[in-house]
Each structure stands twice: as structure tokens, then as C-alpha cells.
């Protein structure tokens, strides 16, 4: 079961979606599918670090924990920055196309939390893993 967060990302996902393809708008659907594959990643990312941690608690005595986990430290930290970029790109693509009716935009654009943390990298990060959550609990993105 989903939280109500990722209930929330991927019902303003399909919204946004849906105006876009009845706009019959493929650069916006581009932009909306390259933000969702950098939620992906991610998410896998998340995914990665937690079992990592699970293997250290197991087995202690390995090495080369500390430098894997480093390496998607850095790869998450780098991940934040790509998706605070998407998520502006995509709303302000969102917010110049003449094709949308405006008034159908939520505020936030596609970002779903609390258009006030569009900035942190936390609220992102959040945001971010709950839609990939979603997109991959309704197959909607692919789980490799």
C-alpha cells in the first residue's frame, strides 16, 4: 500500500500527463519522462543505501562498505540538483505553454508536496522516491 504521499505525486503526475497527451504535447511528455527517470534513479539509489546498510549490520568485517556507500552519497547528492532542475524546467514549461489551460495547473505544477519546498533538498528527495514508488507500484516505470 501506498503512503498518501505517493498517492498524491502520482495523481498530480497523471494529471499532468493527461493534459499533456490531450494537448497532444510531446516535448512536454519528453520533459515529464525525463524527470521521471531521474525519480527512478533516485529511488534506486535509496534502495541501494538501504541494503547496503542491511549487509553491513550482517556482515561487519567487510570492507569496502564505507566506499560504496560514498559513491551513492555523492551520486544521490548529484541526483538532488538534476531533479531541483527538471522539476523547474517541467513547471515552467508547464506554466509558458499556451496549449494548457492554465487554470488547470495545480500550483506546484507537478511537484505534488508543498510548492513552498521546491528548493529543499530534502522535500525533493521525498518527492522524488514517492512518485518512483508509485510509477513503479502501478508499472509504470520498469524495475531493473
Request: proline share 2%; charged share 30%; glycine share 4%.
Amino acid at each position: 500500500m501506498l503512503s498518501t504521499e505517493a498517492n498524491e505525486a502520482f495523481e498530480r503526475y497523471m494529471l499532468i500527463v493527461k493534459m499533456l497527451t490531450e494537448a497532444q504535447d510531446e516535448k512536454g511528455l519528453s520533459l515529464v519522462r525525463g524527470l521521471t527517470s531521474k525519480c527512478a534513479e533516485y529511488f534506486k539509489i535509496i534502495v541501494e543505501q538501504v541494503s547496503l546498510k542491511e549487509k553491513r549490520k550482517k556482515f561487519p568485517s567487510k570492507t569496502g562498505f564505507l566506499k560504496d556507500f560514498n559513491q551513492l552519497e555523492e551520486l544521490r547528492n548529484t541526483l538532488h540538483i538534476y531533479l531541483l532542475q527538471e522539476i523547474r524546467v517541467v513547471n515552467k514549461y508547464l506554466a509558458t505553454k499556451s496549449l494548457l489551460e492554465k487554470s488547470q495547473i495545480p500550483e506546484g505544477g507537478i511537484y505534488s508536496l508543498d510548492p513552498k519546498t521546491i528548493g529543499k533538498r530534502q522535500f525533493v528527495g521525498e518527492w522524488a522516491f514517492c512518485l518512483a514508488e508509485a510509477l513503479f507500484a502501478h508499472h509504470l516505470l520498469e524495475n531493473e
